[in-house]
């Protein structure tokens, strides 16, 4: 038993090594024999030519909102403008007195001249403790035609005594009414 253990050792060890003496064909040579030596891997060659650019892919989504812009530079003077029409306006006083009983509440009044409005007014008296100032307004325009006011109006209440009180108007005339 032990001659064909021998036997069977040398057998299969006599496949293996021939298989291993194979070449890159399959085949076992006797040149083979040794290893041949491999020389330095060369230098690399040129880059080949770029292929053709493929599809355009799907568009991405919409990045977020970048940061503010400096500020720009100061831009030209504009042209000078067409000079305006005349806005000045003749102002002028006009004064009404009349006396308020005692006791009593009167409105009085003063229209502006002509076609000049008021734009502005009000009323006095001679220092009087027992009169009271109770309204000082514009004269109401035409409310229909919504025009300008034509006058000035208070309101006075007197108590024990009577009082002579003083209605004046601020009225304007010009361009710019």
Known sequence: ??????????????TGYAAGRLTHEGTATAGNARRRPRGKRGPRGPQGAQGAQGAQGPQGEKGAQGPKGEKGERGLQGERGQPGEDVLAQVTEKVESAAVPANTNRSI?????????????????E????????????????????????????????????????VYALCAEGPAV
Not at 1 to 14: D, E
Not at 109 to 125: D, M, Q, R, W
Request: with cysteine; net charge negative; proline share 7%.
């Open 127 to 166: 220092n009087t403790p027992s009169a009271t100032l109770i309204q000082s307004g514009p004269l109401p325009a035409d409310t229909i035609s919504g025009g300008a006011p034509k006058g000035w109006e208070v309101t006075y209440e007197t108590h024990a005594t009577g009082v002579e009180v003083f």
């Open 109 to 125: 009044s003063v229209e502006c001249p002509g076609t000049s409005v008021a734009t502005g007014g009000g009323a006095f008296n």
């Open 1 to 14: 038993m032990i001659v064909a253990c021998i036997a069977l050792f040398c057998a299969l060890g006599g």
